[in-house]
């Protein structure tokens, strides 16, 4: 039996990964097709506005390459439509879920077809939980009988059952999955669907070493299948045992109905439990032991460290059907000898001529030293461990030195490294960095690995340890990552070294390590007052109302500089304690201030969330006296109806308000913040206006009033010349932008969604820079400004639900452009494309729909008499022009209108019957060939027409 060869990728680094490199799914290879009626693999909704779950898990199911169609919310985009053809439907529940009307029907209709289809549904509860989904208990319940008497009882009926069968489905609850770590949840939700799309994952294109590994394990497999396998694969950390698993499983993949990937075993069984990783097998229709002996199953189970993990989702083998096979990576070799693997596949290190040849690629940037280098980098390569994460920290740590000084160095430390202790090399690219980049790190590993690398910055900064600079040093020395979020990635053996190192301050005294961040430890030290000057953080992270700190607690922490306690009270005398303090998460703090002399002078980061507090809260006042405040986050504080002033945080640069739905004004003096960048208001759904000193701040680089009731932006003399972001979707009351607006040099994304505006002001190099435009839902805005072909920088333009009538796009403009959405636009009849102008071929295929009727029998598509538009670009290099489809009712004898442009393709009745599928389809089998060949194609096929068509 032949097996098919592994897709490769785009991005050549390393052969080692960690667990959580993306999958992929390509151009429907590797021997799957697509699924007959399944226009997309996903159906991603948001039902309520807000969060940033939805973005990040459209990225992670993007990046893999997986074909996912975003239903925004409150809008009908296709409601009867794209989830009828997905295979899976993702609904993501906000707090405000209850106000979508638009995304409950979409709800109803995604059950109809999880009943009458079999679709897949994995609902997500983001800041909701099941039970509140379901009306049963929270504001939940209050809000939705708002709907009687406006909505039909039988749609008011159908909502309510949909709402509890969803909510009893088994999915995630965000906050509570390993403990609040997004990251981890988009993992598990991309692998799962992965699972049951039967897709591949993306590898690295140069795989050092790894071919090797994989011919070895496919070769002692019977291409008929006819036994059943446990296959092991045991290694260190950062050997690439995972990469071999998955290159295994695109192999594999295509010659099993049943498939599934579990990644971290390890890690997501201490979070949540080993029953949790049953029930997603079970979950995945694979399950556990004897229950399910008749399915023919691949299963990769990575990570596993204990025996207890092997006998809960493995056992002894014995229920697996003949042909089944399970991949079990591992370090415990134990573990693999209980299960009777066969084959157990050691990964050894790396031959010299590969670990020279990875060392050289991290170090020079190519794939063997210069001449000069050669004796030197063979050398270091024979005495230290051929392990791939290693070579690159190695390699990375002395790219960032002098020629001499990294020569010099490497000559002395050959002779003192272990050869076999991984810790050891680790250390040594530990002890390259100076003190503060070593402060840095330790703090990423034990506390902010997830979070946004902009208030530790602020931190870092306070204390003198020049964090941009040592941020690009760590990540420049592979020792961190940055995604696209700004989140401060680690990959998990350099979190653990960078945790051991803190262990090993004092294996045995707790209060003698600078960093507490297990519950329990720092319980137990604060609990018996054991608290010492060598401390520098401490992280309660779990929810106590019942406790209350007092100043003995805190008394022998001089140098505490990062605090996080939530729902805990603090009583008594504080004078003189806590004074290096620069960081407090005090989440859901309780209303009542009983604490005498709170002075935090050296405060930069204050995070209030959740609490309790009123702008009459007695610790307004110690607070104010942090005159070097930085970020003060006050996001969903239900009692604050009026900010506090801000005259004595002249240094604040970062303002939170978001989700304080009883608040109603913010105090006038925010406009005296001259450093002022980001200002959070949205959700904020009382306030009616900014303060007008707002309009003056001249630094401000975010500002985001979507949700609320503001219907004027502010804006003076040279204020608000700055921002990047300006996010004023859902004001219902905005009409209008200043013309300010449109001079804005800097501006990136340009967010107005759902408002009243008619015009979008465009004036000089205004907007030049704009890398987002959306305005779905502007049902009063007719044309896009004449400009808008001349941003260079443009990738998203999303037009959905407007009045706009034509998109004007000259030659060679928007050549950036990734993503156009122009559904219902009833009246867009033109696309102004100039030549071979257009839009070029991006490597992510431009897809938006192409629903623009309004008769009530929806489902009945080619009856409609609508008019609308379809986008579609290819992603091949060869065909440069983007493709543009319009359609006219579609019915028998509805000519479609032709776009008169060379490079531009136009599709009639005769080649698409049915309309856009039927051309999509046509187009795919016609990618690889020149342009002017399709070009022609078409032509001739409109020639031929008759003239009564």
Not at 376 to 398: A, C, K, M
Not at 617 to 627: H, L, N
Not at 724 to 742: D, M, Y
Not at 866 to 891: D, K, M, S
Request: charged share 25%; aromatic share 6%.
């Amino acid at each position: 039996m032949e097996r098919k060869e592994p897709t490769p990728s785009e991005d050549p680094i390393h052969g080692a990964s960690s667990s959580s490199t993306s999958p992929r799914r390509g151009d429907y290879g590797g021997g799957t097709q697509k699924p007959k009626g399944n226009d997309h693999d996903v159906f991603l909704s948001r039902i309520g506005r807000g969060g940033q779950l939805f973005n990040d898990l459209r990225k992670g199911l993007v990046d893999a390459a997986i074909d996912t169609f975003c239903s925004m919310p409150y809008l009908d985009d296709g409601i009867l439509d794209s989830p009828s053809q997905s295979k899976i439907s993702i609904p993501i529940f906000t707090p405000h879920f209850v106000s979508d009307q638009a995304g409950l029907r979409k709800l109803v209709h995604t059950l109809k077809c999880k009943r009458s289809s079999g679709q897949i549904v994995l609902p997500i509860f983001d800041g909701v939980s099941p039970s509140e989904v379901q009306l049963v208990e929270g504001r939940s319940i209050q809000a939705f009988s708002r709907h009687e008497g406006r909505e039909e009882e039988m749609e008011l009926g159908e909502w309510r059952k949909a709402l509890v069968e969803v909510g009893s489905l088994r999915g995630w609850e965000a906050e509570k999955f390993a403990k609040g770590n997004k990251g981890a949840l988009i993992e598990l939700v991309v692998a799962r669907v992965v699972s049951l799309l039967k897709t591949t994952f993306k590898l690295p294109m140069e795989l050092v070493g790894i071919d090797d590994h994989v011919e070895h394990i496919m070769s002692s497999i019977d291409p008929k299948y006819n036994d059943t396998r446990i296959i092991g694969i045991r290694g260190v950390r950062g050997s690439g045992k995972t990469t071999v698993a998955k290159n295994l499983w695109n192999n594999l993949y295509s010659d099993f109905e049943h498939l599934s990937f579990v990644p971290n075993i390890r890690e997501v069984s201490l979070c949540m439990g080993i029953e949790y990783l049953q029930e997603e097998l079970i979950c995945e229709g694979i399950g556990i032991m004897s229950q399910f002996t008749s399915k023919k199953v691949l299963v990769i189970l990575d990570d596993m460290d204990d025996n207890i993990h092997l006998d809960a989702l493995v056992g002894d083998g014995s229920w697996l059907k003949v042909g089944s096979i399970v991949i079990i990576t591992t370090r415990n070799m134990g573990i693999l000898d209980k299960a009777n693997a066969v084959p157990k596949h050691e990964l050894n290190e790396l031959t010299h001529s590969q670990a020279l040849t990875l060392f050289s690629r991290h170090l020079f940037g190519k794939n063997s030293p210069p001449e000069a280098y050669r004796y030197i980098s063979y050398d270091f390569v024979l005495r230290i461990p051929r392990i791939p994460l290693i070579l690159e920290l190695i390699g990375s740590s002395f790219r960032q030195r002098r020629e001499e000084v990294w020569k010099d160095t490497l000559m002395k430390l050959k002779d003192d490294v272990n050869n076999n202790n991984n810790q050891d090399v680790l250390h040594m690219t530990y002890e390259l960095l100076d003190y503060e980049q070593q402060q840095i790190f330790l703090d990423i590993a034990c506390l902010f690995i997830g979070s946004s690398k902009q208030n530790p910055i602020y931190m870092w900064d306070s204390c003198g340890f020049s964090p941009k600079e040592g941020i690009k040093v760590l990540k420049g020395r592979s020792l961190i990552e940055i995604d696209k979020d700004d989140k401060l990635i680690m990959h998990d053996h350099v979190r653990d070294f960078g945790r051991e190192i803190v262990r090993l301050e004092h294996q045995k005294e707790l209060q003698q390590r600078s960093r507490l961040w297990i519950y329990e430890e720092a319980q137990h030290v604060l609990d018996n007052n054991k608290g010492t000057n060598m401390i520098r953080a401490i992280c309660l992270d779990e929810y106590d109302s019942k406790r209350s700190y007092t100043s003995e607690n805190f008394k022998g922490l001089t140098n505490l500089r990062f605090l996080k306690v939530c729902g805990a009270n603090f009583t008594g005398d504080f004078e003189n304690t806590l004074s290096e303090l620069r960081w407090l998460h005090w989440e859901r703090c309780p209303s009542n201030f009983v604490v005498a002399n709170f002075h935090l002078k050296q405060l930069v980061v204050l995070n209030l969330s959740g609490s309790e507090i009123s702008e009459d809260w007695e610790g307004w006042g110690p607070i104010k006296m942090a005159t070097e405040l930085k970020v003060l986050d006050l996001s969903s504080c239900p009692s604050l109806r009026r900010t506090p002033d801000f005259f004595a945080f002249n240094n604040l640069e970062i303002l939170i308000l978001e989700k304080c739905e009883n608040l109603e004004e913010i105090h006038p003096s925010i406009g005296n913040n001259k450093s002022l960048v980001s200002l959070n208001v949205s959700g904020c759904r009382r306030v009616k206006e900014l303060p007008i000193g707002v309009g003056r701040l001249e630094k401000l680089k975010e500002l985001l009033i979507n949700d609320t009731a503001i219907r004027e932006i502010p804006m003076s003399g040279k204020g608000l010349m700055k921002p990047e972001t300006l996010n004023a979707s859902c004001c219902g009351g905005l009409g209008e932008l200043p013309t300010g607006v449109g001079r804005m040099e800097k501006l990136r994304e340009l967010l107005i969604n759902d408002t009243t505006i008619r015009e979008i002001p465009m004036s000089g190099c205004g907007l030049m820079e704009l890398q987002t435009l959306s305005v779905s839902g502007c049902k009063s805005l007719e044309k896009l400004p004449t400009g808008v072909g001349k941003m260079k920088e443009l990738r998203a333009l999303l037009i959905n639900d407007t009045a706009i009538q034509e998109i004007p796009i000259p030659r060679g403009g928007l050549a950036k452009l990734e993503t156009l959405c122009a559904s219902y636009c009833e009246g867009l009849a033109q696309f102004s494309l100039v030549g071979n102008g257009g839009i070029p071929a991006q490597h992510t295929p431009i897809l938006a729909s192409h629903r623009s009727c309004r008769n009530e029998n929806r489902s009945n598509m080619p009856a409609c008499t609508g008019r609308g538009c379809w986008w579609w670009a290819n992603a091949r290099p060869t065909l440069l022009a983007a493709v543009a489809v319009t359609f006219h009712g579609l019915q028998a004898g509805h000519q479609p209108p032709l776009i008169p442009n060379a490079g531009a393709i136009w599709s009639g009745s005769r080649i698409a019957p049915s309309g856009p599928r039927q051309c999509q389809k046509w187009l795919r089998d016609r990618w690889s060939r020149p342009p002017t060949a399709v070009a022609m194609e078409f032509a001739a096929s409109r020639d031929r027409r008759s003239p009564s068509e």
